[in-house]
């Protein structure tokens, strides 16, 4: 599984194309990101969620595990996942996948235009082409979050 | 807005005999179903009148799906390595031919695999699509997960095998882009 970074036009508006491959195994020991792009970092915020009372207050664990993308789209896709995870309901916790990747889609769609695709859940993997700069793969509170964005025909 | 809704109710019949096609074809399982977890699909806009997804270039951006898997779906009986998994087709906008290669390979990576790996599977999905095809195909295999994608016209697929789900879709691309 190698790592294809596609060269060519670099000032064009819509880069080259590459390819990654993601996936998050519950049973797999192995927790990195084979033939994936970008940079692993962690985001870990002083405030960790413990109080049961305090929900609004509680500040989720993000955590970058791949990423191809500015950093200010990486800080809008983590806000709003936050937001949105937020707005569900807590107790029972229950966790919405389709409702949080509709979201996160809708508002890169409209803020970066066409086309993005978000696909988010406990246990999944993915091999994915998509656009340069546009490659985004993160966790907040144990939900892995997976968001790029592809070429649209002119 | 006539042609529009004459144009969503022919695509809704497809897609429905599309999928009662599919799984007349599948041979029956002894074990049933616990629940039926068809997502319909969400048609938002009239789609672009376009070519099939059969390589065209050219296809139009079609609809959004949002296929969803709720955790910990069907528990699967113990299997042995002959014997047959079951393929159930939930959601396809897909000529047939792609839908049946699509489960095929499926059924032999995992009859490969003494346990599911998502990413193989993945990979191996969006390697032969990617091949016999063209660009670009994207593929996500897991037991729980939840999407919202843009894909082309004919090129959506979303089945269940054996006790994974898989999502198979097609983007349109650029020309300039192909350089691999």
Do not use: N
């Amino acid at each position: 599984m190698r790592e294809q970074q596609g060269s060519g036009d670099v000032a064009g508006r819509r880069g080259g194309v590459i390819r990654s491959l993601l996936g998050v195994e519950r049973r797999l020991a192995e927790g990195d990101a084979e033939g994936a792009v970008g940079v692993s970092s962690g985001k870990q915020p002083a405030t960790e969620g413990g109080g049961g009372g305090g929900g609004e207050e509680r500040k989720a664990v993000v955590r970058v595990v791949a990423a191809d993308m500015p950093p200010a789209l990486q800080r809008r896709a983590f806000r709003c996942a936050r937001d949105e995870l937020a707005a569900m309901p807590h107790f029972p916790r229950r966790l919405e996948p389709k409702r949080l990747a509709l979201a996160l889609k809708k508002e890169f769609d409209a803020a970066y235009g066409p086309a993005w695709h978000c696909i988010v859940g406990t246990s999944f993997g993915s091999y994915v082409t998509h656009a340069r700069g546009g490659f985004l793969y993160f966790s907040v509170d144990k939900v892995y979050i997976l968001l790029f964005r592809t070429a649209v025909e002119p | 807005m006539d042609p529009a809704c004459e144009e969503l109710e022919r695509r809704s019949r497809y897609l429905s005999a599309l999928v009662r096609r599919t799984k007349f074809a599948d041979p029956p399982q002894p074990e049933p179903e616990a629940k039926a977890d068809v997502e319909p699909p969400q048609l938002k806009a009239p789609p672009h009148v376009g070519g099939e997804g059969k390589g065209g270039k050219d296809e139009a951006k079609a609809e959004e799906r949002t296929p969803m898997k709720k955790p910990r779906g069907e528990a699967a009986a113990a299997e042995a390595e002959g014997r047959k998994v079951a393929v159930c087709v939930r959601a396809a906008d897909m000529p047939l031919p792609l839908q049946r290669r699509a489960v095929r390979i499926a059924l032999e990576a995992v009859a490969a695999m003494p346990r599911l790996e998502s990413k193989r599977l993945a990979l191996a999905l969006k390697k032969d699509f990617d091949t016999t095809y063209g660009p670009a195909w994207h593929c996500i295999v897991g037991t729980s997960f939840g999407s919202y994608v843009t894909h082309s016209l004919g090129g959506f697929l979303y089945f269940s095998v054996d006790k994974a789900y898989v999502l198979l879709f097609r983007t349109a691309v650029q020309p300039l882009v192909q350089l691999q």
